[in-house]
T-cell receptor, first 112, second 110 residues
Framework: EPEVTQTPSHQVTQMGQEVILRCVPISNHLYFYWYRQILGQKVEFLVSFYNNEISEKSEIFDDQFSVERPDGSNFTLKIRSTKLEDSAMYFC??????????FGSGTRLTVV | EDQVTQSPEALRLQEGESSSLNCSYTVSGLRGLFWYRQDPGKGPEFLFTLYSAGEEKEKERLKATLTKKESFLHITAPKPEDSATYLCAVLTGANSKLTFGKGITLSVRP
């Protein structure tokens, strides 16, 4: 069964450092997303990406965040200057519009 | 603003004891309601998508139903391996983002 792959599974970084989280979406999917889940809280939408541009973003997705699809397979989330409150599980997802909305297993980001 | 409320927050069942998990929603223009299963430290695992009131879907011991205001995830004769957090999410309007509820943590005792 096709799956969304995320790397690394766990990343520890110092406050103020830049991190890049990587994702390989399902190959025939057209929409790509990043969500996050702070420990004990609900899954929250960050950004959606379609046709090589951001189609929607939440108020959480401020100037310190950026996304990129550098080639035909990878989809990345960059956090420019990490803060303690960025510590969370980050999930990549992909879909064919409203169908096949599939999540990866996540990257646990710990900012120290 | 779209709102999704799941209840109860936690549910403990004996193996074989059937029950239902509730997801109520207040949204404009529902395009789909999704159920996911999430194990600790893992990503949401897709279970069902429901698109219109009256629709039902089944998979093994799980059955999802949808009305205009809520969805139920019925679990029949649960087993310990069904223990997980069950997430409900809605897709609305012209956007492609999912809005999630807080989830229901199900624990099934042998």
């Amino acid at each position: 069964e096709p799956e969304v792959t995320q790397t690394p599974s766990h990343q520890v970084t110092q406050m103020g450092q830049e991190v890049i989280l990587r994702c390989v979406p399902i190959s025939n999917h057209l929409y790509f997303y990043w969500y996050r889940q702070i420990l004990g809280q609900k899954v929250e939408f960050l950004v959606s990406f379609y046709n090589n541009e951001i189609s929607e973003k939440s108020e959480i997705f401020d100037d310190q965040f950026s996304v990129e699809r550098p080639d035909g397979s990878n989809f990345t989330l960059k956090i420019r200057s990490t803060k303690l409150e960025d510590s969370a599980m980050y999930f990549c997802a992909s879909s064919l519009g409203q169908a096949g909305y599939t999540f990866g297993s996540g990257t646990r980001l710990t900012v120290v | 603003e779209d709102q999704v409320t799941q209840s109860p927050e936690a549910l403990r069942l004996q193996e074989g004891e059937s029950s239902s998990l509730n997801c109520s929603y207040t949204v404009s223009g529902l395009r789909g309601l999704f159920w996911y299963r999430q194990d600790p430290g893992k990503g949401p695992e897709f279970l069902f998508t429901l698109y219109s009131a009256g629709e039902e879907k089944e998979k093994e011991r799980l059955k999802a139903t949808l009305t205009k205001k809520e969805s139920f995830l019925h679990i029949t004769a649960p087993k310990p391996e069904d223990s997980a957090t069950y997430l409900c999410a809605v897709l609305t309007g012209a956007n492609s983002k999912l809005t999630f509820g807080k989830g229901i943590t199900l624990s099934v005792r042998p």
